[in-house]
């Protein structure tokens, strides 16, 4: 069993920048893909992107060209550089990790990322 632990998120204006971080400790880091979940209050819990054990990515529209997934699974970490921030973008941050055609997922505890002047 993986363990994820994020961080990163913050206050933030619209228009500015923030990159969240998400550590995995407890399993074999490389074998997962990593994805980025976001939550507001009062919706649904929907994908923001996904990167796979080999690299490939793919973002949700609402994000796509604003925000990059990346990995370095020498450190264990994903990360979500996340840049022309806008308020619909404040959410709770949730990292997954998951091991393609199983059972095996894991979630983060959140991070809050509010976007505001």
């Known amino acids: 069993q993986v363990q994820l632990v994020e961080s990163g998120g913050g206050l933030v204006q619209p228009g500015g920048s923030l990159r969240l971080s998400c550590a995995a400790s407890?399993?074999?880091?490389?074998?997962?893909?990593m994805g980025w979940y976001r939550q507001a209050p009062g919706k649904q819990r929907e994908l923001v992107a996904v990167?796979?054990?080999?690299?490939?990515?793919n973002y949700a529209d609402s994000v796509k060209g604003r925000f990059t997934i990346s990995r370095d699974n020498a450190k264990n970490t994903v990360y979500l550089q996340m840049n022309s921030l806008k308020p619909e973008d404040t959410a709770v941050y949730y990292c997954?990790?998951?091991?393609?055609?199983?059972?095996?997922?894991?979630w983060g505890q959140g991070t809050q990322v509010t976007v505001s002047s």
């Open positions: 997954n990790a998951h091991r393609v055609g199983t059972m095996d997922r894991h």
């Open positions: 407890g399993s074999i880091f490389s074998i997962y893909a």
């Open positions: 990167i796979t054990s080999g690299g490939s990515t």
